[in-house]
């Protein structure tokens, strides 16, 4: 049944007297007995909507967000792929601003920029070389002048723009500084040896560049860009001091004092110099026989002149250039003696410094070799006088000391070596016996493991049975006996001769010695013996050098050589014959027959199977019953000159 009129009541309201209708919510309504209150669920249902609402805002609002971040990460990506490419071009030149320039000649106005501050802004031209040709084009107002320097990449647009600047490229073609002729341009000589004017990017600092730097450089665009760090000049020089003294070094003591008065003398006593009108030589040479200590030499007068400096007034120490004289050479023309000027003017700045610097040529026969000698090559003919010039010149060279080492003082130029240029000579000779067990106090010391028996012998004194070993090692090195006979000499009046290892005996050989025992012991001591030193490890090692010997020398080394190494009175050597102990073979064999231990179990040997003064065969049967590994050889001569 449908209701209408009054009647028809809302839910939650009620008809009053008179007609009208009183709401649940009203006061009217809440005194009325039995009409329902709705008053708390309408509550809860509008707090719940409020929260639903509140979530779904917080949602649209991160959405948004989201989609924001979105429009503009598209965006960037839209204008990097729609944005016009950029040629890069090098910065030659920058002039001053030019008269005004409207914002509308250029790609956009900086942020910021109004229109009337626009047609106020001066632009920049930069010289730009560009494709392959210089081009004058505008630069961006916008750009700050510190982007704008020579050297630096110039980003240009399609209308030709200068819109921005990256920094000086650090490749490029290789060139070698020669002069630094003002502040914006040097002078350099190319690889292929031409010399070039080219204008120097505004970031480096002419103050720290040198002659002989290397430097990173455009060729067509005319400008250096970088400093290449390592220089080829330092290639070739070792400037840092040696740590090498004195006491390192034995066997030489006259020698030492020798040089210790040439070159320690003038700077550690200058004042008693000039009061005697004395001046410090200019250079020393130092010559003989490979492997006797020249080098160590050198070393140490670089390190006696920094001790000496360094402990007056705490003044800088000495430097000490070492130059490898064979890789001066070149087959560029002129590249050699532009090399030789950059030493030189290197040792002079660090002179300046009130610091000694010593230049060290070692293998200077490789450089300063007699000028016309040369067979395919007239290099010297140019490198001698440059160095001469450098040594004796106009220009001074004061706090410098030239040392050379060779063993081949014969091929040196006559000019190098005259009073004023090298003025001390000093001759390294071989090691004679005292000099030898001095050397070996250096290898050999009580400080190192040494075998229990040989401790022993010597009740437990260590330095005893050090000094034992040494003096034994001497006595086997210095024997003049069949076993350690190398070659025998014929000179030019038909005498003859016979070197023995102790003719050929240097410091290396006796420092390999010493590694060779020691070699000797660690293998031993790895495969479960008890390892150390002992006399017989040095004997063996001293028998193993004579093996060496007579294998790497005699028939291969022309008579000229052997002359000049062992000729002290000037006879001439005609032949040279390698000498190996021989005796008539055991088993009837007869002569003919050469014997050999393969082992070279000691010096010892040589006692062993000799009798007076020649090799016994019952003797010889003997040792190799005892000495396993012997051989003999066939078709060989047996007699042995001593």
Known sequence: ?????????????????????????????????????????????????????????????????????????????????????????????????????????????????????????????????????????????????????????????????????????????????????????????????????????????????????????????????????????????????????????????????????????????????????????????????????????????????????????????????????????????????????????????????????????????????????????DVESTVVPQVLAEIDGVEPLGNVVVIGATNREDLIDPAVLRPGRLDVRVRIDRPDAAGAQDILARHLTSDLPLAPAEVAAHGGDREAAAAAMRRATVAALYARTPATAVLEVTYADATTRTLHLADLASGAMLAAVVAGAKTAAVKDELAGGQGGLSTQRLLEAVSLQARHSEETTGAATSPQEWERLVDRDGRGIRHVRRLIPSAPAPGGLGAGVRTRAQAWPGAHVAAAVTSGGRLDGQRLQDYQDRVPGTRTEAGCETSVSD
């Open 1 to 377: 049944m449908s209701r209408s009129g009054p009647a028809a009541e809302r839910p939650g309201s009620q008809q009053a007297e008179g007609g009208s209708v009183v709401s649940s919510n009203s006061p009217q309504a809440q005194d009325q007995p039995g009409v329902p209150d709705f008053t708390s669920h309408q509550l809860r249902e509008a707090r719940a909507e409020a929260v639903s609402l509140a979530a779904k805002n917080d949602r649209l609002v991160a959405a948004l967000a989201a989609a924001r971040e979105r429009i503009t990460e598209l965006g960037a990506q839209l204008d990097a792929v729609t944005r016009p490419a950029v040629t890069l071009g090098l910065v030659v030149e920058v002039f001053p601003p030019a008269a005004p320039v409207p914002w509308a000649a250029h790609e956009q106005a900086p942020a910021g920029a109004s229109a009337d501050e626009g047609t106020q802004t001066p632009s920049r031209q930069v010289l730009v070389y560009l494709g392959g040709r210089p081009m004058g084009l505008a630069a961006h107002p916008g750009l700050a002048p510190e982007e704008l320097q020579v050297g630096r990449l110039a980003a240009v647009n399609d209308q030709m723009l200068v819109v921005g600047t990256l920094p000086a490229p650090t490749t490029g073609e290789a060139v070698t500084l020669d002069e630094v002729l003002d502040a914006t341009r040097v002078l350099v000589t190319t690889g292929s040896g031409a010399s070039r004017v080219l204008a120097l990017a505004d970031h480096l600092d002419t103050e720290r560049l040198r002659t002989g730097d290397t430097l990173a450089a455009d060729p067509r665009a005319e400008v250096a860009t970088a400093v290449v760090e390592r220089t080829g000049v330092a290639q070739l020089v070792v400037s840092e001091v040696p740590d090498v003294s004195w006491e390192d070094i034995g066997g030489l003591g006259p020698q030492i004092e020798q040089v210790r008065d040439a070159l320690e003398l003038p700077f550690t006593s200058p004042g008693l110099y000039r009061a005697y009108g004395l001046r410090a030589p200019r250079g020393v040479l130092l010559y003989g026989p490979p492997g006797c200590g020249k080098t160590l030499l050198a070393k140490a007068v670089a390190t006696s002149l920094v001790g000496s400096r360094s402990g007056r007034g705490g003044q800088a120490g000495a430097a000490f250039l070492s130059v490898k004289g064979p890789e001066l050479l070149t087959k560029f023309v002129g590249e050699t003696e532009r090399q030789v000027r950059a030493i030189f003017e290197q040792a002079r700045r660090v002179a300046a410094e009130d610091r000694p610097v010593v230049v060290f040529f070692d293998e200077m026969e490789a450089l300063l070799r007699t000028r016309g000698t040369g067979v395919s090559s």
